[in-house]
């Protein structure tokens, strides 16, 4: 507990090298505990993943994305949630190293599944639906991304009301 107290004390405080070396070491204590297939191992790993890219180690946060995802896809299928947070932690990986293209094909591939698991209006299918716009606009079709923010938008203002903040998003 004390190293993860360390690690989101230094995210908290953007010392993303105290918050990358508490995963470190948590992550090897997890593996060696748990085991590399366990799940609080492979949730660990994702954190590390992501301190690698806060600190600007973005291969390295990739690498250890395919990890998370490759791992979840074999423990809880292709189509868990956690799986899909996973694809689309490797679709902001490739976007990170300006790899658009593989980053819109990600993310398509997780709205078009939370689409079918959990319906249209589902706040992670709007979620991923804003992800997928940012890949457009990454690739520069801003008016197809400016059509699917409104339909997210309006999506969430019916079904949250207007002043929540994740509507605001």
Do not use: W
């Not at 896809?73 to 799986?83: S, V």
């Not at 190293?97 to 078009?112: D, F, S």
């Not at 938008?153 to 998003?169: Q, S």
């Amino acid at each position: 507990a004390n190293l993860i107290k360390q690690a989101e004390e230094g995210h908290n405080a953007g010392n993303y090298r105290k918050e990358n070396f508490a995963y470190k070491k948590l992550y090897n204590l997890y593996k060696c505990e748990l085991g590399r297939k366990n799940k609080y191992t492979i949730n660990i790993l994702e954190l590390l993943a992501h301190s690698y890219a806060s600190l600007g180690f973005y291969n390295k946060g990739l690498k250890l994305q395919k990890e998370v995802y490759v791992q979840r896809k074999k423990i809880l299928g292709m189509n868990h949630r956690d799986t899909l947070q996973a694809l689309g932690n490797l679709a902001i990986s490739y976007s990170d190293l300006g790899n658009y293209n593989k980053a819109l094909e990600m993310n398509n591939a997780v709205y078009n599944a939370r689409k079918e698991i959990l319906g249209e209006n589902h706040p992670d299918t709007l979620s991923a639906l804003n992800n997928l716009a940012s890949s457009y606009s990454d690739l520069g079709d801003y008016s197809r991304a400016l059509k699917m923010r409104k339909v997210a938008y309006n999506a969430r203002k019916e079904i949250l009301g207007e002043n929540l903040p994740t509507v605001l998003i």
